[in-house]
Each structure stands twice: as structure tokens, then as C-alpha cells.
């Protein structure tokens, strides 16, 4: 069955400092992985998405992820973090042995910058 | 401006009285799904559609039901709503039959049962 943890509900960093949120995924075949933001009283948006091309991903705002298959994981990155990023992250999986019908969310990483 | 539109926004109810929120998409896709969100627990999906009256469960469909007659439209029908029930819910939707894509979302829907 699809599962996604996510290693940590907060994390908080410095204004510059490097932004690492974690996200493993369990699937039985190569999914298809999501990076949603969510601002406060607001949707979901795309940050990026790993589609079984290139494994290390770009995405929006300078964030970046990359596909490891050997560790199941698909950690985001941003080299250098402003305060318009503090919001909460989810890792979403999707894949064939769902039908791709099921987008399966992490619980979140509430991501806090302080000056 | 393409974009899923949900209401109410905000929704302050009491045991028992039958609500529906409305979801509405105008970029023609085919894929619509409702999910809720509650603290810790990320977002689960409720219920989706793949097409025009073709509807399925998701991972938590007890106490909700949907239909989906029209492309653009999608509601969620609480027949009777209980306080568990008390959260944050999003519609989305993205083209295609499946979520190989970005998924769309409306700003959600706040929903309190007393």
C-alpha cells in the first residue's frame, strides 16, 4: 500500500540557512511524487513534481527535490530560505497500483523562518 | 482565470441537518476529488470521479456522499453531519483520468459541527 512519512511536523531555520524537509514514500512501483505549499488560509499549490523523468527535480520559489530510489525518498531543498517560504509542506505519492486515482499526503512539515 | 471554486467558505452547522458544499471547476477536467484536512494527519481523500456519473471511495467515505452530473460540478452532501466531521475540506481536480498531473485546488471550506 502507498504510504508517505514525512520526518518532522516543524522545522524552523534561520532566514538564508538551507531548507531541508523530508519526505519517504512506500510504493510498489514507480510513483509519481508531489511537493504541494500551502500558505496560510489558503489551497494547495504545486511547488514540483517527480514523473519518472530527470531524478532531481526544479520546481517553483527555488525549491528543488530529488528521486532516490535505493533510500524511497524525495527530500526538498532550497539553498537559501526568505521569509515568504514559512507555510506547511506536503509530500504527495500517486501510482499504478492506486490507478493513479489516489493522491496519497504526507502529514506535514509546518516550515518556520525567523530573521 | 481557470480555478476550482468552493462554498461556503466557512460553515457553522448543528448535528443531524444536512448540508452540501458546492464545487465548481472551468477548466474542462475530466479527475475530481474532495479531501479533508485535519491537524496531523495531512489531507485524506474522501471521494473522486474520473468522468460524468463515474464515482468512487476514497479513504474516509463514511458519512459523505457525491455525484457528479455535470464535468464542471462536483458536491459533497453531508446527509447527516456529526461532529467528527468537523474540518477543513478541499475539491480538486486535474485533466485526464488519473493524477499523473498537477492537482488544482479550490481555497477550501471550513466546516464546524456543533
Known amino acids: 500500500a502507498q504510504s508517505v512519512t514525512q520526518l518532522g511536523s516543524h522545522v524552523s531555520v534561520s532566514e538564508g540557512a538551507l531548507v531541508l524537509l523530508r519526505c519517504n514514500y512506500s510504493?510498489?512501483?514507480?510513483?509519481?511524487l508531489f511537493w504541494y505549499v500551502q500558505y496560510p488560509n489558503q489551497g494547495l499549490q504545486l511547488l514540483l513534481k517527480?514523473?519518472?523523468?530527470?531524478?532531481l527535480v526544479k520546481g517553483i520559489n527555488g525549491f528543488e527535490a530529488e528521486f532516490k530510489k535505493s533510500e524511497t525518498s524525495f527530500h526538498l531543498t532550497k539553498p537559501s530560505a526568505h521569509m515568504s517560504d514559512a507555510a506547511e509542506y506536503f509530500c504527495?505519492?500517486?501510482?499504478?497500483?492506486?490507478?493513479?486515482?489516489?493522491?496519497?499526503f504526507g502529514a506535514g512539515t509546518r516550515l518556520a523562518v525567523h530573521p | 482565470e481557470a480555478q476550482v471554486t468552493q462554498n461556503p467558505r466557512y460553515l457553522i452547522t448543528v448535528t443531524g441537518k444536512k448540508l452540501t458544499v458546492t464545487c465548481s471547476q472551468n477548466?474542462?477536467?475530466?479527475?475530481m476529488s474532495w479531501y479533508r484536512q485535519d491537524p496531523g494527519l495531512g489531507l485524506r481523500q474522501i471521494y473522486y470521479?474520473?468522468?460524468?456519473?463515474?464515482?468512487d471511495k476514497g479513504d474516509v467515505p463514511e458519512g459523505y456522499k457525491v455525484s457528479r452530473k455535470e464535468k464542471r460540478n462536483f458536491p459533497l452532501i453531508l446527509e447527516s453531519p456529526s461532529p467528527n466531521q468537523t474540518s477543513l475540506y478541499f475539491c480538486?481536480?486535474?485533466?485526464?483520468?488519473?493524477?499523473?498531473?498537477?492537482?488544482?485546488f479550490g481555497e477550501g471550506s471550513r466546516l464546524t459541527v456543533l
Open positions: 480538486a481536480s486535474t485533466p485526464g483520468q488519473g493524477i499523473t498531473g498537477e492537482l488544482f
Open positions: 510504493s510498489s512501483v514507480p510513483p509519481y
Open positions: 517527480y514523473t519518472s523523468a530527470a531524478t
Open positions: 504527495a505519492v500517486s501510482d499504478r497500483a492506486g490507478g493513479y486515482n489516489k493522491l496519497i
Open positions: 477548466m474542462n477536467h475530466e479527475y
Open positions: 470521479s474520473m468522468n460524468v456519473e463515474v464515482t
